[in-house]
């Protein structure tokens, strides 16, 4: 099975930025998609950022869109998220996922890394 895992998380002040970065085994071509996820206490997981691996093609939440950026390496084996102007609300632990498509909610991802506690203060 293909194992993912992030890299990069930590503790930085508002306004500062952080680049996470998710490692996959190995290359799987079934995993068409590969997102990024987000869970703050007491909140839903929700999808930060997603890209085709084939085409690039990516997509944003809209809380993160001009700020944070998805990318992934020419080996399609790795997936990065820089992050910029972080807020305090971007808090959260963050997850690497991966499936099938890029589906709008965690379900149907099959793959998923082990987290990465990315922690913003005011």
């Known amino acids: 099975q293909v194992q993912l895992v992030e890299s990069g998380g930590g503790s930085v002040q508002a306004g500062g930025s952080l680049r996470l970065s998710c490692a996959a085994s190995?290359?799987?071509?079934?995993?068409?998609?590969m997102a990024w996820f987000r869970q703050a206490p007491g909140k839903e997981r929700e999808r930060v950022a997603a890209i085709y691996t084939g085409d690039s093609s990516t997509y944003y939440a809209d809380s993160v869109k001009g700020r944070f950026t998805i990318s992934q390496d020419s080996a399609k084996i790795t997936v990065y998220l820089q992050m910029n102007s972080l807020k305090p609300e971007d808090t959260a632990t963050y997850y690497c996922?991966?499936?099938?498509?890029?589906?709008?909610?965690?379900?149907?991802?099959?793959?998923w890394g082990q987290g990465t506690q990315v922690t913003v203060s005011s």
């Open positions: 190995e290359y799987t071509y079934s995993s068409n998609c």
């Open positions: 996922a991966a499936g099938r498509r890029c589906y709008g909610s965690a379900f149907g991802f099959n793959y």
